[in-house]
């Protein structure tokens, strides 16, 4: 469970802005996500294959 604690006399969107930044880097969204949908081994590596070799030709490129 996340605490924001509000400052006296602070904007409440400012402290639901910080809410959401804090919810994004906990990553509790994205592995709600992930369960959501069992994906086999052998996709998953393949999509980090291919992850990498993208990074990889952007790296290529900006070399060149």
Sequence with gaps: MLIIPIKEGE???RALKRFKRKFDK????????T???FVKPSVKRRAQIQKAQYI???RDKEQI
């Design 11 to 13: 904007n409440i969107d």
């Design 26 to 33: 906990t990553g509790t969204k994205r592995s709600l996500q």
């Design 35 to 37: 369960r959501k949908q």
């Design 56 to 58: 990889q030709n952007l």
